[in-house]
């Protein structure tokens, strides 16, 4: 079975695995206090050219999304999120666990835009019984979404907007991020991100370190005592040089960009032998996911040799399925899947 | 500087490594659904001669401690543990965080007793207002305890039966367990713990893993669902063989026994060096942890070229101090402190 | 201004304000254990024929609302409800205080069916990632809803067949049961309710009491250990017998049920009043709530003298309004209110 | 029996009763948004020197305590209390149902000092691993006391100095407040309370009302969407205004004032009985509770006729008992009471 499920399947990228064996004997402080994770925040405030935002490494993206949310609002503050917006559908409630409501809005491509953003608070505070409603307080945003698709600098750019006239945070969940930058005719950047967010997050894990997401925060009512409530969500890792070590190493001369050309690269391939054969796209997705609507037959055809998913049945027989390259995708595979799909 | 101040200053045995790099590019399901993961905890369940116990493989202590805890009580009930207990004090509220209070007996090294227990839940009962007030739902202790000392299995099985008569799960936080099992004299066991317990951890962070604690349950009130209760602490690492790989690699060939006996053999050394100059120990820790009195000139003098923590002041200007030996630890650097301590 | 907006305008009826003057100077154990409360509670096992129920007294509805689901439900598990139920939308997320996700079913009416709650169910464990989504574990309905609808007996059966096949509790708010048990038609008795649900509630606030509803509990899982659960909402009130005494007034000679009575036939004329001049209904409630459509210059109109909530805007500048009659609404100004009405 | 042992057992005083019952047919708007609550808060404005203060009502003291400790910390941070304080030992984990720890400070007699205050706080800082530990963010009295103590306006402004240089809030739970403003030799008044805490209590539930707790808040940090946190905590009551007509009534001529110096002169009384008979009190509690230690045939002796605590037993069989007076103890109950006593 090749798989195309997910952008995890794989350990890691050979740098990361050679940084960590080259540095195993060291003794360093533990918690994240030692030298590489200081680097590694360093080149990461240099990156997005915001020198005073802070850089925080937690190992999984549920851990570092129900943290920084729990760090920005109050107890009757909710966020504003898609509905198929990950801390939504896919944390078994750890934003609940916080006491905070998601608070979702239609987005039929992953998506909400500043209008419903704008359209949803002045509905809150229009209400006469408003203090009965869970307060909007941040906007969680993922670039990727889960449904693949991007936000454009403009729309990034309007969304703040609406964020700050209407004292929402902004925060964005770039666990799939690499892929974000390094998708096609995308124009939002490191240094964008960190002057429209008030906080958002960098993956490792999905970009070819074991594990690993860095929170950059600018905003400091967020990142005030942050590291206590790392440690309180059971975020702070022991040998915390781990995750610095790891984001050196992505970091260092771009890797994660190449990583991320890589791995478009190849969905680019895919997506053009689903275009041949006609085989429509559910969403306009130019990052590492591609959902084509396959009938029953196409997808019993290609799950004998591949993995992916069926994640949504449609009318006729057919389903929304997704199929997902990494880092570490291997160009012979995507060969062989592409033949196959040409011959649907 | 030469460090003896924690069992997490360097990164992981060459085994754990190997295996890691190894299977790198191999893909698997994630989320612990590998096949790694099942091996390890199916190997777990022969060690412990519990058949029927589930194994979960988490990234940290905090985290493995908080879900354990959530799962178990409903939310009047908190969890009795000693007041130097670490989620007493080291984990920055996390039980708080899911909503139970941590309630504190004392206990002057470490541990507490079957009988201070039974008072606790009796006191309990007893008060005409019992509804007013947290009931005792779980006892946690730790093994070793914060302060390097060991429950024997005589106190375990009669904590055990008081946690049986008065309807209380009992938890036990072996975080540094391997130093426990490998302690001289030391008659708990594996098989003991799960027999005794409703549920124990199994730490791999500060016994040779880069990172990761077991969660062996065999009480299936707890193990209901407990990958839910993972998932939404934030617990579910993406790549989850990691966890199963790095345990597989300590549980062969009874690795993480060596790994004990080679810290207990180091910390004997160093405990002889201190017995030598009459410097005495505040607690009877037989593990990894010693905590000798030294007064302030002693402690400055080794803290020139050695890393170890002053953890409590003392009267006439001395300090109880902790020294740490682990896997890792380096015969040489041993030998060196010990002569220094000869020395004074 | 005549008050048309909801049903708690007022103070409480005559014979509870005579109850708690006789009694005022009566001196009484504190936290519901007084004499007044038992008697109170064996009056409610009695009329729902449930001898084994559980009967307690809260101030309030979000109170106990929340009190109910943190009792019942383990930390993963949320609780369905329709979108637009009261726990939903109007508690300023209090159900998520308590850790739990309100997972909402679309419902015009306000109500939902069997066949939603099934389908949800059987969707959660169809996903393979079930263990990443907060799993149902609880049913809220409320009856009457928040739109005035009613359940059909037959209904109710059904849902509660579903959660019982489903391993679901089932929960009914009845802040306005007393207008629920007495509308045209209604077939719910209290020894139905008793018996088709884990728990439900009987508001007083709404139907005569100063403050107080009612939480009956048949399943002993959910009553285990209840009071704790209201001691740490804070709902348990110092001087108890205030809300057993209500209810007492209130059970005495079935005086709810004439109350309910009452604010039903007053409905019932305002209900006449707009259909004779061709007013339509949103929705069939049929107990004490009215939501009928009103061009912007007929709300005009009648606000000028009546408070009354307009609650939807609706195309072409039509309002869904909401008029409320209760115990305490005076005939002579129900009468104003359907002369005006005939006007429009 | 006659009640002393505690100070909710009868209902309201006249006065409270009169209002309720002669507004009883009004029509006001709910949930403390009516004219009544607005002059209550005015009046206690005005009382309290604090123009810019807020006043809320809620119904109980444990849903006071939380709604406000909720209000004001953020998650990491916890709330320093003496471990005899009602929100450590009497609320069920209410606090830590909000997530927060309680952070308890020895008091022999139910006070803390500044001096402690200062000394956690710096030990917080001052260890090395501060963000593994929950932050002390808040400072929890109680006036009086659960011991019946009062502290000096010496002491409240010193604590508040310490507080205001160590960046904590100040909250003083006054659910005996009326006792402590007329207890002998008190120099803490109402304008002081407001100037020198962020936040405290104010309660009529144990002076003469049939329930509810007045929120003064000073510090707009705390005061910032207070009525979402109230809702969402349960506490908002839906015929608000009762709350705000029974402080009125207590407000009004200062009956408070009256009520408390009738609770503390039958206290005197019998204070001096037991003096005369040479009975030591194990606390000096200025106010309206007594703490007597009585051996076990006097308290039997008592009880036979008598309701009141005991809530200790000390060694040589003997008991710290309590009693409690009241705004309704009956001067002829305390006649004869004092008589039995001088027969010991």
């Known amino acids: 079975m090749i798989h195309f499920e997910c952008d995890y399947n794989e350990g890691a990228h050979e740098n990361v695995l050679r940084r960590l064996s080259q540095t195993n004997a060291e003794q360093t402080s533990g918690y994240g206090e030692d030298g590489y994770c200081a680097q590694a925040a360093e080149k990461i405030r240099s990156l997005c050219e915001a020198p005073n935002a802070q850089a925080h490494f937690l190992v999984g993206g549920t851990q570092a999304n129900a943290t920084v949310i729990d760090a920005a609002l109050r107890p009757h503050q909710g966020v504003l999120s898609a509905h198929t917006g990950h801390i939504a559908v896919h944390e078994t409630g750890a934003v609940e666990a916080c006491g905070h409501k998601v608070l979702t809005l239609p987005g039929a491509d992953g998506k909400i835009t500043a209008a419903q953003i704008a359209a949803a608070v002045?509905?809150?505070?229009?209400?006469?019984?408003?203090?009965?409603?869970?307060?909007?307080?941040?906007?969680?945003?993922?670039?990727?979404?889960?449904l693949g698709t991007l936000y454009s600098l403009a729309e990034l750019q309007e969304i703040s907007r609406v964020c700050r006239e209407k004292c929402l945070f902004l925060f964005v969940d770039g666990a799939r991020l690499a892929y974000g930058l390094a998708a096609r005719g995308a124009d939002v950047t490191l240094p964008e991100l960190a002057k429209r967010c008030d906080v958002f997050t960098f993956g490792g894990t999905k970009a070819g370190a074991l594990f690993g997401e860095a929170v950059v925060i600018t905003?400091?009512?967020?990142?005030k005592d942050f590291r206590y409530l790392i440690k309180r969500h059971g975020g702070m890792l022991a040998k915390g040089r781990l995750l610095g070590l790891q984001f050196l190493a992505l970091l260092e001369n771009d890797l994660y960009l190449s990583l991320g050309n890589h791995a478009i690269a190849q969905a680019g391939r895919i997506r053009d032998a689903f275009a041949a054969v006609g085989i429509p796209l559910a969403f306009d997705s130019p990052a590492n996911l591609l959902f084509p609507i396959l009938t029953k037959a196409q997808a019993d055809y290609l799950q004998t040799k591949y993995a992916f998913y069926l994640i949504d049945p449609l009318d006729n027989n057919r389903y929304i399925s997704r199929f997902c390259t990494s880092w570490a995708t291997r160009p012979e595979d995507v060969e062989q899947l592409t033949n196959d799909i040409r011959k649907l």
Do not use: R
């Not at 509905?123 to 993922?142: C, K, N, R, T």
């Not at 905003?219 to 990142?223: E, Y």
């Open 122 to 146: 002045d509905e809150h505070w229009a209400d006469p019984s408003f203090e009965h409603i869970v307060q909007p307080g941040m906007v969680y945003l993922s670039h990727p979404t889960e």
């Open 219 to 223: 905003n400091p009512a967020i990142a």
